[in-house]
């Protein structure tokens, strides 16, 4: 999910939560698959990189001195400068990184030439079903002697639970979803549905797939997070017809000042669809 733009301190806020939340056994799927390319390093393209949160996570690491291990070639794509720059200043020791600017939706300019694993994460539910039918194509085209693995982590899956409840939370959680499928530079998104319509998809291509809960369990120690995420769908759904304004504003108020002492759940689901 994203509610406050990619600033790197919206990615670093999240960056916890986000480990925490991912499916140990797809990753160490994911992982296993990199391991069964033999001897050589095995390349990952991780797309909408951001930062290198999934770097990390595969290196299982924000340790330095652990940014060779295990070997790996990382190529990072992103759009935003600024947010590859942060990335390769957090790996200056990293030997096997390379950084890609470009706009994901240009399919035919992905450096996926013999890559053993394509990743995301936070981003199938922003792209469309467009840009997962090219990236497949492309995909399939661009390796020559197999099929890249494609891990995608963290697709929001149209779920929010508060505690303690509110009378708006549901008309809330209604019109942020709806604002989800807003278009983000891609076409119309996939939002909640970017899990289920990219399975599909993968399994009509012959992948094996696998599919598994990936919830963001959130309470007073993430209080950062819980009041920027707070912020970010009141901004997203502010102006929807459904939503009167007082009674937005009512609920933020609560919203607030339950962020220590409530909790909050938002499903996200992992993707690992193996050729
Ligand atoms: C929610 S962030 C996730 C970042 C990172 N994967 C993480 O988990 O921390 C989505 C990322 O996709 C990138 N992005 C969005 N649209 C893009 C596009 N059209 N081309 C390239 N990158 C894009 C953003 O710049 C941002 O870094």
């Known amino acids: 999910m994203s509610v406050s733009g990619f600033s790197i301190d919206w990615l670093s806020m999240r960056e916890p939560a986000d480990r925490e939340a991912r499916d140990q056994v797809l990753l160490q799927s994911a992982r296993q698959w990199l391991q069964a390319a033999g001897a050589q390093p095995a390349t990952v393209v991780d797309l909408g990189a951001g930062t290198g949160s999934t770097l990390r996570t595969f290196i299982g690491s924000h340790d330095a001195e ?52 394509v990743t995301a994460s936070a981003l199938f539910d922003l792209v469309s079903a467009e840009f997962v039918q090219r990236l497949l194509d492309a995909m399939a085209e661009q390796s020559v002697s197999q099929k890249p693995a494609l891990y995608a982590a963290l697709n929001y899956d149209g779920s929010t639970d508060w505690t303690p409840v509110h009378p708006l939370d549901g008309a809330v ?25 990219s399975l599909e998809q993968c399994e009509r291509l012959g992948y094996e797939v696998y599919t598994a809960s990936s919830p963001w369990q959130l309470d007073g120690k993430d209080s950062e997070l819980v009041a920027a995420l707070i912020d970010g769908i009141a901004q997203a759904v502010n102006g929807n017809p459904a939503i009167d304004a007082a009674a937005l504003q009512d609920w933020l108020q609560f919203r607030h000042a339950h962020v220590a002492t409530g909790s909050c759940r938002v499903g996200h689901t992992d993707l690992l669809a193996l050729p």
Do not use: C, I
Request: a negative charge; aromatic letters at 8%.
């Open 66 to 117: 652990l940014h060779n291990y295990p070997p790996l070639h990382w190529r990072l794509v992103d759009q935003d400068a600024a947010l590859l720059a942060e990335a390769r200043r957090r790996h200056s020791l990293h030997t096997g990184l390379e950084v890609y600017e470009l706009d994901l939706m240009r399919t035919e300019t992905l450096p996926l030439a013999d890559a053993r694993l």
């Open 173 to 197: 959680l209604a019109a942020f979803n709806l604002d989800q499928q807003r278009d983000k530079g891609f076409g119309p998104a996939l939002g909640p549905g970017a899990t289920d319509y």
